[in-house]
């Protein structure tokens, strides 16, 4: 972490864009790849907070989730030209390592809401208050339709 974040004081004295999202990742497809270039596009540097193994366990996506342990997924995204960091994190949700980083831009996928204000609403964006308290952006890319790690699952 302290690397990363000595790597983003260094881009942002050079002027970059940071672009923040996460998520699980764990089998990666199209929609991923979509949405993760559109993330990179709103900006000048991509950095992705990956849900550890223990997290992704907690969030109900089934017994045999993750399918592709945290640092085999920290590997393929770095791989991607549109990311230029990724870090896993271990907490419920992204917040501290949101508040750590400070983006200037937080992306989340169209099943969330930048502008719900509700948190226990299931479109609340996690870190969008805290973004937008800073005087940065909180934003929504629409999803790729028919693609998604449980839909590729379920056709075995």
């Given at each position: 972490m302290e690397k990363l974040?000595?790597?983003i004081k260094a881009?942002?004295?050079a002027g970059e864009t940071i672009v923040f999202t996460n998520g699980v990742f764990d089998i990666l497809h199209v929609g991923h790849v979509t949405y993760l270039e559109q993330a990179a596009a709103l900006g000048t540097k991509l950095i992705v907070g990956v849900?550890?193994?223990a997290s992704v366990r907690s969030l109900n996506k089934g017994p045999e989730r993750p399918i592709n342990p945290e640092w085999a997924r920290v590997c393929v995204l770095e791989a991607l030209r549109c990311v230029d960091a990724a870090i896993v994190f271990t907490d419920h949700t992204p917040l501290d390592l949101i508040l750590s980083i400070q983006p200037n831009i937080l992306v989340k996928?169209?099943?969330y809401n930048p502008d719900e204000t509700?948190?226990?609403n299931k479109t609340?964006?996690?870190g969008?208050?805290?973004v937008k308290a800073a005087g940065c952006r909180a934003v929504s890319i629409p999803l790729v339709e028919g693609f998604s790690t449980t839909n590729i699952l379920?056709?075995?």
């Open positions: 974040l000595q790597q881009w942002r004295e849900n550890s193994d996928g169209g099943d509700d948190e226990s609340y964006m996690v969008s208050k805290e379920n056709k075995r």
